[in-house]
């Protein structure tokens, strides 16, 4: 039996992340949480995640942050990281597509659409 993909979602919405969570796992992922930034960059760093999920704007470390941290290892050059935003301005999503995001989901957003996220940039139909 192949291993289940690992995704870690940082989300400092109690609500969001608990729900999402368990709707991944529902799916066949293995799910950790993290509730902040730089809680999120501590985890990553333990479980190499295979798809990160982030919030952009979250206390103590934020998404951009967390992404630049992150996309300075080389083990994590090629992991799929999605921001989760309710900011939806097309200057947001241009610059986080300029800096490299693999993806932007704009809050809020149902569970299809996150499930054809994941499996766009994990390649699982």
């Known amino acids: ?13 109690t609500d969001i992340r608990e729900c999402a969570s ?7 992922y293995e799910v950790y949480t993290a509730a902040d930034g730089a809680q999120g960059v501590s985890l990553s760093r333990l479980i ?12 103590i ?3 951009y942050e967390v992404f ?7 083990k994590y050059k090629t992991t ?3 921001f989760s935003t309710a900011q939806s301005e097309r200057g947001d ?7 490299g995001v693999s993806d932007y989901l704009i809050k809020p ?8 996220c994941i499996r766009r940039h994990l390649e699982v139909v």
């Open 1 to 13: 039996m192949p291993a289940k993909p690992v995704i870690l979602l940082i989300e400092d919405n």
């Open 22 to 28: 368990e709707l991944l796992e529902l799916e066949g």
């Open 48 to 59: 190499n995640p295979d798809l990160v999920i982030c919030d952009v704007v979250m206390p």
């Open 61 to 63: 470390m934020g998404g």
């Open 68 to 74: 630049n941290q992150l996309k300075q290892d080389p």
């Open 80 to 82: 799929p990281f999605v």
């Open 93 to 99: 999503i241009q610059k986080a597509s300029n800096l």
């Open 109 to 116: 957003f149902d569970d299809q659409t996150l499930l054809a």
